[in-house]
């Protein structure tokens, strides 16, 4: 699986033209202009960028949660209009269901999907020992620390049978060793499962150690400013030249655009 | 429903096992039974103050108004078991009590299984909330007590018109209160249930009902407050048996100690009563850190 190389890889989702516009007290704000990316099956994009840069928008509208105001998004050619099983979306605030267990959490999406019991308590052992958390079944979320319940939020979406996951931020709230543990534990996950991962971070350093591409946005209105593509070998060391030299070329063009946009607003 | 019970769910509550992360400190069996202990002689102070003070009061004045606490109780011998007065009132408590307990749960059962299910419906839909809010809102600030008259013309001198007054005042904390829950849930919830393909219809039941529960048993044990507070007014409507009928009747009879029996007997089925749903919302309500701090 390894070595298949994703970019010949059959396109999954389409973002084509869009736009979002906010309406704010004093007028509609736009927050995504002209914004066109192409994710491939497998792949494993990370959209980077400062906060108003609208990454958090485009994945709210790839995931259903809000509408373009303009263009499409589309998945195996269907445009995508609503939340659904086919992406899953693991949340910065983890957004677990606070009443039940580790164990029905979950469940939950199979279940709601009239999965069979016997298969959905099949699935449910099966992604709870991925994500090292047979130990907690029977525990509910305000037991557990934020990194497990990061754990059981990521679990929960893969038990779905979920094609493309979608990652918003979501290890912005943890401290540094959960967050690299958790790093580890999500390539290691997405290469045994073959997933497609979009994964928002601000992060230069965790989107050159995640991303097969990333995606530099920015803002005012948000748009994609370049790509950049990660061929490090993975397990990426953090300490090697090469990573280094990749993250100061990311820093280089994230800072050069956030310059850039000060010296516009300066100017208007 | 007291503050005393709601300060002293953490002690009889069963210990989960505490995260990895957040160890708590082992609290032991032994432990466990001295705060309960404590808690219990902590709770028996302030009415025993209050009695030896009546007792005093009632000696010193001299009134033939009041009895003496003792009079109450041997008042609430005959009333439960009989052979001290040998009047209308000996051991007639079983019948009484289990009249008003009928009335109380039937209208606060109306009350919940009206007041919940369209509690949630108007939490959830704006077109049900914008038709119902502002009659709701109208009927609101109506004391109860105001709609003893209609009630008695709507449903004759009886008990239904008690249950009927009983489910009125269960009703409207009841409802404003799981409106409320569904309210504030986390509208995160929502999205994260839609994208896991539970939508429309199957969200009443799988999100929107668990996560209104908090407020749903804080509005039950309103409820059922108000609803024990209605049953003496309910049962002043001519219906001859009842707890509040007996608490008339002392009344007119210048009964003081009957009317005294009948306050204390109503004080301590209400505090029973709010103790079940206590612990009612505690089993259901295990997996709340607020339930479980």
Known sequence: MLDQPTKVAPPIL????????????????????????????????????????????????????????QGSVTMYGFPVDRPGPDRGMVFQDYALFPWLTVRDNIGF???HRRVASKVVSELTDKFMAMVGLTAFADRYPHQLSGGMKQRVAIARVLSNDTDVLLMDEPFGALDALTRSKLQEELVEIWRTTGLTVIFVTHSVEEAVMLADRVIVMSA????????????????????????????????????????????????? | MSLQSTMDDTSNRVQLVPAAETPVPAVGKRGQGMQRARAVVLALIVPVCLMVIWDVMVRW??????????????????????????DAYSA????????????????????????????LMIGRMPLLRKLLDPTLSLLRPIPVTAWLPLSMIFFGL?????????????????????????????????EAAEMLGCSGAQQFRSVVL???????????????????ILIVVGEMTGVPEGLGAVIMDGRTLS???????????????????DRILLMLSNYFLRWSPQHHA
């Open chain 2, 158 to 190: 009886g008990p239904r018109a008690a249950i009927f007054l009983v489910f009125l005042g269960a009703f409207f904390p009841i409802l404003l209160n799981t409106v409320f829950g569904v309210r504030s849930v986390d509208i995160r919830l929502f």
């Open chain 2, 61 to 86: 004045t001299g009134t033939r108004l009041v009895p003496s606490p003792y009079g109450v109780a041997v008042m609430m011998w005959d009333f439960a078991f009989g052979g001290i007065y040998d």
């Open chain 1, 14 to 69: 389409e973002v084509s033209g869009v736009q979002k516009f906010y309406h704010a007290s004093n007028g509609p704000i736009e927050a995504l202009r002209g914004v066109n990316l192409t994710i491939r099956k497998g792949e494993f994009v990370c959209l980077l960028g400062a906060s108003g840069c609208g990454k958090s928008t485009l994945l709210r509208i790839v995931a259903g949660f809000e509408t373009a105001t």
């Open chain 1, 109 to 111: 999406g199979p279940k």
């Open chain 1, 220 to 268: 005012g209105p948000g748009r994609i400013d370049c790509e950049i593509e990660v061929d490090l070998p993975r397990p990426r060391d953090v300490a090697s030249p090469e990573f280094n030299a990749l993250r100061r070329e990311v820093t280089q063009k994230l800072t050069s655009h956030i310059a850039g946009s000060r010296a516009i607003a300066a100017d208007s």
């Open chain 2, 255 to 273: 009964r003081t100690d009957l009317v005294i029996t009948g306050m204390i007997i109503i004080g301590v089925t209400g505090f029973v009563s």
């Open chain 2, 92 to 119: 007639s408590l079983p019948i009484h009590f289990w009249k008003s307990v009928q009335r109380v749960y039937g209208g606060f059962l109306c009350a919940a299984t009206i007041g919940i299910p369209l509690g």
């Open chain 2, 210 to 228: 668990p996560a209104a529960l908090p407020s749903i048993f804080n509005g039950l044990r309103l409820g059922a407050g108000f609803a024990w």
